[in-house]
């Protein structure tokens, strides 16, 4: 998959993954489908340079979806407002 593609998956990862984790993020819906492009690119790209699936192989959609679920986790923790 092209990286346009795993942008434009990137898109639908990070709409599911805000419906996995919902709550209040500190930038909105349009910052979650950001840091779902960026967890699709990030796990997409570590997933098949390890060598668990190859091009095109469905466990991609897994593996970007924990990309961005584990990149929404790291935002909301640095992003929190203080108390």
């Known amino acids: ?9 990137g898109l639908i990862v990070g709409v599911v993954a805000k419906f996995l984790m919902p709550g209040r993020d500190p930038g909105g819906l349009i910052i979650t489908i950001l840091i779902g492009i960026a967890g699709a690119l990030i796990g997409g790209f570590i997933g098949r340079a390890v060598g668990w699936y190859g ?27 203080s108390v």
């Open 55 to 81: 091009e095109g192989d469905p466990v991609g959609f897994v593996m970007a979806l924990l990309g961005s679920i584990v990149l929404l986790l790291l935002y909301r923790m640095i992003a929190r407002p």
């Open 1 to 9: 998959m092209s990286i346009l593609g795993w942008i434009l998956f």
